[in-house]
């Protein structure tokens, strides 16, 4: 069955009124800007998923963790959810420290130290959920995509990290 599109707007042309073209559901403006920018980039990586680090903190970052620690906050990265922060297989299951000890070839006593100073420093948050652990990356340091949700927001809103940011200051300029 051959599917008929219906225009959903009509273009004019400014100097004479006259209907110019058409635009179908899905149809976008490229300006000459845009196009002469997607011609001089070229996007690299398209399938692989990445977690944005804000730039902002990373030198006190820097300075505050250890080695180890630093080298958890990498290994835990790829594991970060989409608004919620949590850290999970990609099948939703959340990620615990008998899997890390086994892909990092750490000790469960090395993983639960470490893991502990990363929660001491506000970069994760240990939340227990019945019998489920479960750990969230702050999203005043790191994230994926561009909203987090409120559980998140309110976990992390008084960390050091967020008042880089004088989040306090600008949630009440809201009010």
Do not use: C
Not at 2 to 15: N, S
Not at 55 to 84: D, H, N, R, W
């Amino acid at each position: 069955m051959i599917e008929i599109k219906t225009p959903e707007k009509t273009i004019m042309d400014y100097e004479t009124g006259a209907e110019d073209n058409v635009m179908y559901k899905g149809d976008r403006i490229l300006r000459k800007k845009s196009l002469e920018y997607l011609q001089d980039t070229t996007e690299i990586l398209h399938d692989e998923p990445y977690a944005k680090a804000y730039l902002k903190p990373m030198f006190q970052i820097a300075k505050t963790l250890k080695g180890t620690e630093l080298q958890m906050v990498y290994f835990l990265l790829p594991f970060l959810s989409y608004e919620s922060g949590m850290l999970k297989h990609p099948n939703g299951q959340p990620l615990n420290r008998t899997y890390i000890a086994k892909e990092t070839g750490l000790s469960i006593n090395s993983v639960d130290r470490i893991l502990q100073k990363l929660k001491e420093k506000r970069i994760i948050s240990r939340n227990v959920t019945g019998h489920e652990v479960q750990y969230l990356m702050n999203p005043w340091l790191f994230m994926r995509g561009k909203r987090i949700n409120k559980t998140l927001y309110d976990i992390f809103k008084n960390s050091e990290w967020a008042k880089v940011y004088n989040i306090q200051d600008k949630q009440a300029k809201k009010k």
